[in-house]
């Protein structure tokens, strides 16, 4: 089925670590975001991607990097780990008509 | 401090009763969209409004832009369990890129 997909669903990290969440999509769609979920917080946008080589920060990047070196793929990169980064993360991409979300990644840093 | 501002942030009701949600804020939107969540997935797009006081029907659920496109709501007639989850509406503001910016959300638990 034709949609968002992201990788791994859940996932524990030591502070300091690295690691990459994986998120590809089928559907051609240009525009690509990473938001992170917190309760209480909402769905709170971390980086986007307006197409190919483009990207740009949202409202809480610090510690997160990306890249966008094709239409279908936007990985998001944690740097270094801290407690503060656990949340669960959501890929999404965008036409004009609405958000289509991956199921999303449940991540803890202990 | 957040821009789309919804409540009630949490509602339990019983099956058959009716319910509204809110969404507010002190910007215009150019058009706004409610989303449904359930636990452990993404959120679903359910309807996009974008013209001042657009209602629009999707069977037992009425959603509707305020006249200032400042607020929106959302109607569920009958309620029923399959309702439950988490309701977010979210705004695309002008001049920011069309960027959507999402309210913190609506818990919905509709017991049988």
């Known amino acids: 089925n034709a949609g968002v997909t992201q990788t791994p669903k859940f996932q524990v990290l030591k502070t300091g670590q690295s690691m990459t969440l994986q998120c590809a999509q089928d559907m051609n769609h240009e525009y690509m975001s990473w938001y992170r979920q917190d309760p209480g917080m909402g769905l709170r946008l971390i980086h986007y991607s307006v197409g190919a080589g483009i990207t740009d920060q949202g409202e809480v990047p610090n510690g997160y990097n990306v890249s966008r070196s094709t239409t279908e793929d936007f990985p998001l990169r944690l740097l270094s780990a801290a407690p503060s980064q656990t949340s669960v993360y959501f890929c999404?991409?965008?036409?004009?008509?609405?958000?289509?979300f991956g199921s999303g990644t449940r991540l803890t840093v202990v | 401090t957040q821009l789309l501002e919804q409540s009630p942030q949490f509602l339990s009701i019983q099956e058959g009763e009716n319910l509204t949600v809110y969404c507010n804020s002190s910007?215009?939107?150019?058009?706004l969209q409610w989303y449904r969540q359930e636990p452990g997935e993404g959120p679903v797009l359910l309807v996009t409004v974008v013209t001042g006081g657009e209602v629009k029907k999707l069977k037992r659920l009425t959603f509707q832009f305020g006249d200032a496109r400042k607020d929106s709501s959302l109607h569920i007639t009958a309620a029923q369990p399959g309702d439950t989850g988490l309701y977010l509406c979210?705004?695309?503001?002008?001049?920011?890129?069309?960027?959507?910016?999402f309210g913190t959300g609506t818990s919905l638990t509709v017991i049988p």
């Open positions: 999404a991409s965008r036409t004009s008509y609405g958000y289509t």
């Open positions: 979210a705004g695309a503001i002008p001049g920011t890129g069309n960027q959507f910016y």
């Open positions: 910007s215009v939107f150019s058009s």
